[in-house]
């Protein structure tokens, strides 16, 4: 893994703006993204440049199950609200949140992965060390599956709900199968809280009780971290 270490969140946002805009100037054409708040900086930076992806294809890693694509806390109205409204793709791809048929869903969107193999995907990291949605204990061999969210991660993302209670208990996700298929990788944590799971990826063992840690096995990962997310790391990067 080639691990950047930068001050804040806004330095990680250029960061990430750099790996974007060196995949676009060397061909990239299918942009594996991401919401939460840890990519927004990156998002923010591209929204400023010239960068153009009217001639590139976006596949998101996830979305709550239950939720209709114009409710505003559906992540597809944050990529709308973040990215796509000011840099548009020739087409963006989502799970549906609303999909009357999950297991019908699940397969049409690995198909969409199928037929859009992904030159570059940006990854945040939840708290408990899980990517997409993939949380502790899943398998590695799956795709796009349906997951029932852990306390943990239902907390977390309280933030942006007017209540626990209200967020959605299930979401659909790329499945680390899917995830480990793209050519390259960016993952960025940004903040103390990210600090146990950005060690337990990077210098921790090999397993499903981490799920990022997976990406010690990948050949093309680079990880833009703060000083804070980078503050339990034994070695200095
Ligand atoms: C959510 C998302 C992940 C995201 C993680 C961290 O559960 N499914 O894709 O990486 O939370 O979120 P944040 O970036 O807001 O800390």
Redesign the pocket.
């Known amino acids: 893994m080639k691990v950047i270490v930068v001050k804040d969140q806004a330095a990680g946002g250029v960061e990430g703006y750099k790996v974007f805009k060196n995949a676009l100037d060397n061909g990239a054409k299918v942009f594996g993204l991401?919401?939460?708040?840890?990519?927004v900086t990156t998002y923010q930076e591209i929204v400023k440049s010239d960068l153009d992806f009217s001639n590139c294809t976006s596949v998101n890693?996830?979305e709550y199950v239950g939720i209709a694509p114009e409710n505003e806390q559906s992540y597809k109205y944050f990529m709308k609200s973040h990215l796509f409204d000011q840099k548009p793709f020739k087409e963006s791809f989502l799970p549906n949140g609303l999909a009357a048929n999950p297991a019908e869903e699940v397969k049409r969107y690995d198909k969409v992965i199928d037929e859009h193999p992904i030159d570059l995907q940006i990854?945040?990291?939840?708290r408990n060390g899980?990517?997409?949605?993939n949380e502790p204990g899943t398998s590695r061999d799956v795709t796009t599956h349906v997951v029932d969210l852990t306390e943990s991660?239902i907390e977390?993302?309280a933030r942006f709900f007017a209540s626990e209670n209200d967020v959605p208990k299930q979401?659909f996700?790329m499945g680390l199968a899917s995830i480990m298929k793209s050519k390259h990788l960016i993952l960025e944590a940004f903040g103390e809280n990210?600090a146990d799971a950005i060690k337990g990826m990077i210098e921790g063992p090999d397993t499903v009780d981490c799920p990022a840690s997976i990406l010690q096995n990948h050949a093309n990962v680079t990880v833009i971290i703060d000083e804070a997310a980078a503050s339990k790391l034994s070695k200095k990067y």
């Open positions: 991401a919401t939460g708040s840890t990519p890693l996830d990854l945040g990291i939840g899980h990517i997409g949605f991660t977390a993302n979401a996700s990210k």
